[in-house]
């Protein structure tokens, strides 16, 4: 009688013994492709696995120039953006500047989010609005603070 693991592919067998996905499986391997420094990146948890894998796809000469780009700003590429990389590598215009234009874009987890407190701003917005006439009065305030201040600096030239 044959086993249940005899039946499964060698990843899938890996996969039961060690407790994780066949697919979890397929990026370990994905990530023998990398440059030794990425692969350092990412056993050091600097680097996400799925841009990592992403990344592994690509020409030796690529992944140098993101290892560049990456010691030149201590940033490291969303999966969105290794994803990219990866496409400008298979059509072949994946230059140092391109790489650099790619990992430069702000990243939505980058973007700056501001929270008020309730009780701060309950006595100054107006009663009975809803929560969008709210930030429309809170974001429509600030332009007219922004536009008092630009002129009073113009007025005092």
Do not use: W
Not at 130 to 140: A, G, S
């Amino acid at each position: 009688m044959v086993s249940k693991l005899e039946d499964l592919r060698s990843n899938e067998q890996l996969g039961e013994e060690v407790g994780e996905s066949r697919e979890q499986i397929r990026r370990y391997i994905r990530l023998t492709y990398l440059t030794q420094e990425l692969q350092d990146y990412v056993d050091t948890g600097q680097m996400k696995m799925r841009p990592a894998v992403e990344l592994s796809y690509c020409s030796e000469e690529t992944q140098r120039n993101v290892v560049d780009r990456i010691l030149e700003t201590e940033a490291f590429p969303s999966h969105d953006q290794a994803i990219r990389i990866r496409k400008a590598d298979e059509q072949g215009y994946a230059t140092y500047e391109c790489i650099q234009d790619i990992m430069d874009e702000q990243k939505p987890n980058q973007k700056p989010k501001f929270k008020f407190s309730y009780e701060r701003l309950d006595p100054l917005i107006p009663q009975g609005l809803t929560v969008k006439e709210q930030e429309d009065f809170v974001v429509k305030a600030l332009e007219t603070y922004k536009r008092l201040l630009q002129k009073q600096r113009e007025g005092s030239r």
